[in-house]
């Protein structure tokens, strides 16, 4: 590949972010962040798919499918390997998606 403006760019971009991720307290601080990202998420589809009542099952696959494939992505690897964070984003995400609707089925029952 050329050596452009713009491939120095944004090769020097990405360096610089992953150098500013390896502290492990920003990794950290980004985990929390997708966790708070994905209860916001399950909320908001919860109360999407409530308001319309014709996909409830349609979108309960498609989140099955989509937990589960996260999971396999992250438990398939050797706990001594450290993940990726891509890896633990998407797992971070997860955990706030069930959290939330778990939230709200709480709340539906009550």
Do not use: C, H
Not at 54 to 71: C, P
Request: charged share 15%; no cysteine; proline share 2%.
């Amino acid at each position: 590949m050329q050596n452009t403006r713009l491939n120095t760019l944004f090769g020097a971009t990405t360096e610089r972010l992953g150098s500013w991720l390896r502290n492990p307290w920003r990794r950290l601080s980004v985990i929390i962040i997708s966790v708070l990202l994905g209860n916001f998420l399950g909320i908001a589809i919860a109360a999407i798919s409530g308001q319309r009542g014709s996909q409830d099952v349609v979108i309960a696959v498609i989140l099955v499918a989509t937990v589960e494939f996260i999971d396999l992505i992250t438990y398939r690897s050797k706990p001594e390997r450290t993940r990726s964070l891509l890896i633990e984003i998407a797992n971070g995400l997860k955990i706030g998606l069930t959290y939330a609707l778990f939230l709200e089925a709480f709340k539906l029952g009550s």
